[in-house]
């Protein structure tokens, strides 16, 4: 079993910063391939950033690329989602997820790939 934990988030003008964390606990943090989902009112959970087990390979969604940082720290066992330059359109409840095996496109951008999310956190952009 792995707990994910998560902190960040908020409330913030178009054009600012949040940065969100995720802590793991219950199973080795560096066997874990993790990402980032967001869902919007009435949406589905849409793919927003993955990062290999060692952090060497990062993935983003289109709509983020340039905007937004996939990183890890696998000796705090944390990941990390900053976002810049943000867009109303980033407004959602934002989830962070975990599994061995979602390692690799195009799996790791499905919902279904991860067995194990956080808590979710709320991501308010006003314009």
């Known amino acids: 079993q792995v707990q994910l934990v998560q902190s960040g988030g908020g409330l913030v003008q178009a054009g600012g910063s949040l940065r969100l964390s995720c802590t793991a606990s219950?199973?080795?943090?560096?066997?874990?391939?993790m990402g980032w989902f967001r869902q919007g009112p009435g949406k589905e959970h849409d793919f927003v950033a993955a990062i290999s087990w060692s952090g060497g390979n990062t993935y983003y969604n289109d709509s983020v690329k340039g905007r937004f940082t996939i990183s890890r720290d696998n000796a705090k066992n944390t990941m990390y989602l900053q976002m810049d330059s943000l867009e109303p359109e980033d407004t959602g409840v934002y989830y962070c997820?975990?599994?061995?095996?979602?390692?690799?496109?195009?799996?790791?951008?499905?919902?279904?790939?991860?067995?194990?999310w956080g808590q979710g956190t709320q991501v308010t952009v006003s314009s």
């Open positions: 997820v975990a599994d061995i095996n979602a390692g690799f496109p195009p799996r790791n951008q499905e919902a279904s790939a991860y067995e194990y």
């Open positions: 219950g199973r080795a943090f560096i066997n874990l391939a």
